[in-house]
Every structure is written in C-alpha cells, then in structure tokens.
C-alpha cells in the first residue's frame, strides 16, 4: 500500500502486485513459447520405445538378449540421457541405410560424437548389467549380463542364495543324516 506522505516513491515508478504477477507471467509465458511445439510433439509409447532400443541393441550386440531386461535399461538409459530415441533413430538410419545384419556391417560409419557414445553405452550397458559406473548403480542384468556368459558354466555368481543366483525361493537341500545323541 502507496503512503501518500513519502515522496521518495514517484506514482510513475510504482508497481502495483498485480502489475509485477502480470509481467512476471508474461516473460515466462513467452521464455516457454519455443518449447511449446516440442511438447506438442507426438511420443512414442515406452513399448514402442523399448522396441527401437531393442531393435538396435540385437545389432550392436551379437547375442541373444533378454527383452525384459532390454525394456528396463532402455527406460533407465532415456532418463539419463533425454536424447537417447534420436540417436537410437540415427543409428537405426544407418544401420537401415547399410541393410546392416550385424555391428561389423555399419559401426565404421556411425561418426564420432553423441551417436557413437550411445553405441558404445549400450553395448557397455547389456554387458556389465548397469547403465552407469557409479557405485550405488542399478543392476539390471545380473544374470544375464554378457560378460557373465562365457564363464557361466564354471564360475557361480557370488551369491548368499542357497541355490545359485537368484535362487531365493528355492528349498534347501536336506542335511545329510544327522548323527543323534
């Protein structure tokens, strides 16, 4: 409220609380107006989504893949990274535009940068199970991890299960008979 007694406050440079909420509305509606059409924009559903990521990972990754485990590191991975289903769609171009079967077919001419960087994090992702290196990281593919694959029939995941990996339901073999006393 205006003191009509202080001159050190000329009408011609009051703001009223209205005027300031008005203008303040105003900037910010016009800072948020080039956002407006990527808003707009038509999204892929995340099964759609998981699809793409998966549809690339069999190309980038010459094994046979778990999709479940595809579909929750392909949603971990996009919240990292927002512009992952570009450049899933870029390599995917260019897979397509190679008729690549294969990585070896098309990973030469995928340039350096942001597209390639995303190759190599999803490769890196299906064979150490986690999406990043951090130590509090997700696991995401404990027993399916790729690095896991080639030792599987000689080296146990270290686990406290009973049973093996992932094993936590599984009964318990029986003692061997006990002597009694």
């Given at each position: 409220?205006?003191?009509?007694?202080?001159?050190?406050?000329?009408?011609?440079?009051?703001?009223?609380?209205?005027?300031?909420?008005?203008?303040?509305?105003?900037?910010?509606?016009?800072?948020a107006?080039?956002?407006?059409?990527?808003?707009?924009a038509?999204?892929?559903?995340?099964?759609?989504?998981?699809?793409?990521f998966?549809?690339?990972?069999?190309?980038?990754?010459?094994h046979?893949?778990?999709?479940?485990?595809?579909?929750?590191?392909?949603?971990?991975?996009?919240?990292?990274?927002?512009s992952?289903?570009?450049?899933?769609?870029?390599?995917l171009?260019?897979?397509?535009?190679?008729?690549?079967?294969?990585?070896?077919?098309?990973?030469?001419?995928?340039?350096?940068?942001?597209?390639?960087?995303?190759?190599?994090?999803?490769?890196?992702?299906?064979?150490?199970?986690?999406?990043?290196?951090?130590?509090?990281?997700?696991?995401?593919?404990?027993?399916?991890?790729?690095?896991?694959?080639?030792?599987?029939?000689?080296?146990?995941?270290?686990?406290?299960?009973?049973?093996?990996?992932n094993?936590?339901?599984?009964?318990?073999?029986?003692?061997?008979?006990?002597?009694?006393f």
């Amino acid at each position: 409220m205006r003191d009509r007694y202080r001159d050190d406050s000329p009408s011609a440079f009051s703001l009223a609380r209205r005027e300031l909420l008005v203008g303040g509305l105003l900037v910010v509606g016009i800072a948020a107006l080039p956002a407006v059409p990527a808003l707009a924009a038509p999204t892929s559903s995340p099964d759609q989504a998981a699809a793409r990521f998966m549809e690339i990972s069999s190309l980038l990754v010459a094994h046979r893949l778990n999709a479940e485990v595809g579909k929750r590191m392909a949603a971990a991975m996009g919240a990292l990274n927002l512009s992952l289903s570009p450049q899933i769609d870029g390599l995917l171009a260019i897979a397509r535009e190679r008729n690549a079967r294969v990585v070896e077919d098309f990973f030469a001419d995928v340039p350096d940068g942001p597209l390639k960087d995303a190759a190599l994090s999803i490769i890196s992702a299906w064979y150490l199970g986690v999406v990043t290196d951090a130590p509090d990281a997700e696991v995401f593919a404990y027993e399916h991890a790729l690095m896991y694959q080639p030792t599987r029939d000689i080296m146990t995941i270290p686990s406290y299960a009973i049973s093996g990996p992932n094993g936590w339901t599984a009964e318990a073999p029986p003692l061997s008979n006990m002597p009694e006393f």
